[in-house]
């Protein structure tokens, strides 16, 4: 029987059966690597920078995946920065980053830039052996078809470390270790745990076997630079059933349902797939088979998954928006704009692919915009949709406009006169800074100004927290130099007696008057509204700070709208 690599799709085997096959496999690879040639432009640094995406950092420092920007190795270990090159975390060189530095010293104790990996242009160099078995080409894989006795299976060739299987990386310097769907159960939880299971469902490709391939010099297999991995052969793919033939509306559903649930799955065991275009839906008559594993996210910490080819090695992969690649249209949200692939499978070919990408030309554009805004404005001209609790961004646009040029005409009738001083100002101003430690708002009880900073001191003028001044408290400090550098007491601000001098045009609308606030009623289009003006700076409106000093920005909000002035 195993002559014909008979057991090699069986769930389960005891450990002789086991045995025996992985020595058959194992054979069967001696043959194959010294087949696989390739060329790789990228560098010895790209090859450094790369492994450190395999890096992973520390339960708690996951999103450091996401945020460092370079990195730095001495002899022992790596360090991870911002972009600012700022620290972040510091971990244990793996052997294979040892032995790249080892070979190229002067990439020692300087600062590596993520952004510095080139791209890559290298191809592979296949024999017609192997050319005339080739199913797929694309990314960082390649897809063989291959016979074990009897079944034709595909052999998928996964290469994470650039100059694998180039001249410099080839055949005789590498190991590998091969597992068995048969090593593992089924997984059926979401249980963050390592159990020695994998993904198995009728929707999801079957890897019977995976061969991790790592540096012969590797000796704790801490860093897998590629996979040979053995599957199910399919009939095909969704993008090539849905252009060239014509399923029947059963066919689709079935597709649909099948893809949905084998999502559905894989999100239950902790696995989300990260690049859902048409071509990674693999079909076996109408069965749909999600396929592809390069681009996913794993948050179970299962060690079971890596081994069998379903997940990557890294932080990385545990944090969706790290993954930064992706196919445009139907990668994640948090990569690229998401496309439902559903709409593909219910629409016709060329009309759906026309709607979601045909550009159009400017003047096409330009004549469109006028047909929507002709049509807005004839709304807007009784401001018609401001109550409105949703709105697309062309009416926010359109409406923002209208409600700005309603406000150039209103500020300049707000007129008032203030009893306060400039220190006053200055005080109020700290009043509204935000605190690292919110219980400073409550503490502080004295304010001092020195250059371009703020601080706050307590009753015994002990120091609290220095801030960053803002734009306001530096033009005051240089209007009134004599603020500068001194204690200045919050108790100093005086009581406001000033009065709004209101012409007989707002002083009929006026609803209330009180502390900071005053109301007015105003009409917009057909709609009675009442306005609020909120005062924060005792000079606002007044005779030296009046409308011409002032900025503003719109904000609309079901039905409402609220201006910030600066």
Same mark, same amino acid.
């Given at each position: ?335 690229? &704009? *998401?496309?439902?692939? @559903? ?8 009309? /759906?692919? %026309?709607? !979601?990408?045909? +550009? #159009? ?79 400073? &708002? *409550?503490?502080?009880? @004295? ?8 601080? /706050?001191? %307590?009753? !015994?003028?002990? +120091? #609290? ?102």
């Amino acid at each position: 029987m195993l002559t014909e690599f008979a057991l090699l799709t069986a769930l389960t085997l005891n450990s002789d059966e086991r045995e025996v096959l992985r020595d058959k496999i194992d054979e069967w690879v001696k043959c194959f690597l010294p087949k696989l040639e390739r060329e790789s432009t990228k560098t010895e640094k790209c090859r450094l920078i790369a492994s450190v995406e395999r890096q992973e950092f520390g339960n708690e420092s996951k999103h450091y995946a996401v945020f460092w920007r370079f990195c730095k190795f001495g002899a022992k270990k790596g360090f991870i920065f911002d972009d600012n090159q700022k620290h972040l975390e510091k971990f244990k060189a793996t052997s294979f980053q040892k032995k790249i530095l080892r070979q190229n010293p002067t990439l020692k104790n300087v600062f590596l830039d993520r952004s510095e990996i080139k791209e890559e242009n290298g191809k592979w160099n296949l024999k017609n052996e192997l050319k005339n078995k080739l199913l797929s080409e694309g990314g960082e894989a390649i897809v063989f078809n291959q016979k074990f006795g009897e079944n034709l299976m595909a052999v998928r060739i996964a290469v994470f470390d650039s100059f694998l299987f180039t001249k410099q990386f080839g055949a005789g310097q590498i190991k590998w270790r091969t597992h068995f769907i048969s090593d593992f159960g089924t997984a059926t939880d979401n249980k963050k745990d390592h159990a020695l299971v994998v993904p198995v469902h009728e929707n999801v490709i079957r890897n019977f076997a995976n061969i991790e391939i790592f540096d012969s010099g590797d000796e704790k297999e801490e860093d897998c630079l590629g996979w040979i991995t053995i599957m199910e052969k399919c009939d095909g793919n969704l993008r090539e059933k849905l252009k060239s033939g014509n399923p029947t509306l059963d066919e689709r559903i079935k597709i649909a349902t099948g893809i949905k649930s084998g999502l559905q799955y894989l999100k239950e065991v902790k696995i989300l797939h990260h690049d859902k275009k048409l071509a990674n839906f693999l079909l076996i008559g109408d069965v749909a088979k999600v396929c592809d594993f390069g681009l996913v996210m794993e948050y179970s910490g299962r060690k079971s998954y890596r081994k069998l080819g379903y997940t990557r090695r890294g932080s990385k992969y545990r944090r969706d928006d790290a993954l930064f690649a992706g196919t445009p249209g139907f990668a994640g949200e948090t990569q690229l &704009a *998401e496309n439902d692939y @559903f709409l593909y499978l219910f629409c016709d070919w060329k009309t /759906i692919w %026309s709607l !979601n990408y045909r +550009p #159009i030309d400017s003047q096409e554009k330009n004549e469109i915009d006028k047909i929507i805004l002709i049509f807005f404005r004839k709304m807007l001209t009784e401001f018609a949709l401001l109550t409105a609790l949703t709105l697309n961004s062309d009416e926010r646009e359109v409406l923002r406009d209208k409600i700005d040029e309603w406000v150039k005409c209103f500020l300049p009738k707000l007129e008032r006169e203030s009893t306060r001083t400039e220190r006053c100002r200055l005080i109020a101003s700290v009043e509204r800074q935000e605190f690292e430690d919110e219980s400073n &708002a *409550e503490r502080w009880r @004295f304010c001092k100004f020195i250059g371009k900073k703020g601080f /706050i001191f %307590s009753e !015994n003028k002990i +120091p #609290i927290q220095k801030f960053k001044a803002t734009s306001l408290q530096k033009r005051i400090l240089r209007q009134n130099p004599s603020l500068k550098n001194i204690f200045i007491g919050r108790f100093e601000i005086k009581e406001e007696n000033g009065n709004w001098n209101l012409k007989n045009e707002l002083k009929n609308k006026l609803l209330s008057e009180g502390g900071e606030a005053i109301v007015l009623s105003q009409k917009f289009g057909e709609s009675l509204m009442a306005v609020r003006i909120a005062v924060f700076d005792p000079f606002l409106f007044t005779k030296q700070f009046y409308a011409k000093q002032i900025k503003f920005k719109t904000h609309l909000i079901s039905g409402y709208f609220c201006l910030f002035f600066f």
